[in-house]
């Protein structure tokens, strides 16, 4: 009766390491986590700048709700008792009020007439070609090179012959054109990476180009609006310089004059607190905008990456 071999073990393969009887096996080696080093080191100086960004911001939301003693005794530490007359008193007897209605009035007319040009100038740059196409795209792109000081004097005769100087409206104006180039070009870009399909299906139901572009065209650029529309609101309502030259009327200052006139007043009083709860005022504003608006800023930042 024959009987089955159990066939021995079979040699190791030259250059393998081979277990001596009894020794315990050796311990898989961990792999090594890359970039370790390098994401703490960026994720130290993310934190260092935004202490360095919210603690100017936390510090000068403190010191409105302080009285004047408080301010210079201890900078540092927390309000004892909230002082909410230092707002009413910035509000009302500052004239913060006047300022901020006209701030409103001048950045909401501008930021919508921005947004409303510029979409359609991008679309049409965007979507159709026609000879001079890319000589008024490049046109505007220079217009965001052109230093808006070389401007100031030639504008202020061009907006004083018109008869807007000192006007809401004349503001309005140049605003517009002073937003129009970046809104151009971000937005044209925008309008590249949408889908040509749904337009043309828009045609071949009958729609028209204006019934195109509004409905369905805009509607899909809401990110890249959104994102420019802050960019825009974020510079006009922080615009100095144009509204110092062209708007001279006290009347009819926007908040950035506003606060140069309250600091010069306030500092002459001695009255830090309503000065602090002024800046304060003009402040919040930028920040709502931003704190409920970043989901869409950084979408429309971001579209378009992964086509």
Known sequence: METTQTPGPRPAESGAPVAKAGAP?????????EGGVLNAF???ILVIWAIMVVMPLVWAVMTSFKDDNSIFSSPWSL?????FGNWARAWTDANMSDYFLNTVLVVGGSLIGTLVLGSMAAYVLARFDFPGNRFIYYLFVGGMSFPIMLALVPLFYVVNNMGLLNTIH???????AYSLPFTVFFLTAFFRTLPTSVAEAAFVDGASHTRTFFQIMLP???PGLISVGIFNFLGQWNQYMLPTVLNTDPDKRVLTQGLVQLAASQGYKGDWSGLFAGLVMAMLPVLAAYVVFQRQVVAGLTAGALK
């Open 25 to 33: 096996a050796p311990a898989p080696a961990r792999p090594k986590r």
């Open 42 to 44: 960026s994720h130290g």
């Open 79 to 83: 309000p004892g008792k909230l002082h």
């Open 170 to 176: 004349g503001l309005i104006l140049v605003y517009i």
């Open 220 to 222: 899909m650029a809401r």
